[in-house]
């Protein structure tokens, strides 16, 4: 059985993932519901967290270019 590791490193940083992955699923036109969103299709969870990776290169990359 495969182990799952998509544990949040920084607990603090919990509230911070919720809205960034809130953010992601408007920016996809996707409407998300606090907690529990099992209702979300295979195609729905990947286009938001596809947002969310494309984001987080862009910053990535937004702070590469600035130093």
Do not use: C, D, H
């Not at 862009?58 to 130093?67: C, H």
Request: overall charge positive.
């Amino acid at each position: 059985m495969a182990q799952r590791n998509n544990r949040i490193v920084v607990p603090e940083a919990k509230a911070a993932m919720e809205q960034f992955k809130m953010q992601a699923a408007n920016e996809v036109g996707i409407q998300l519901n606090q907690g529990y969103n099992g209702q979300l299709t295979s195609r729905e969870a990947g286009s938001i967290g596809g947002q969310m990776v494309k984001k987080m290169i862009e910053s990535y990359e937004n702070n590469l270019s600035a130093k």
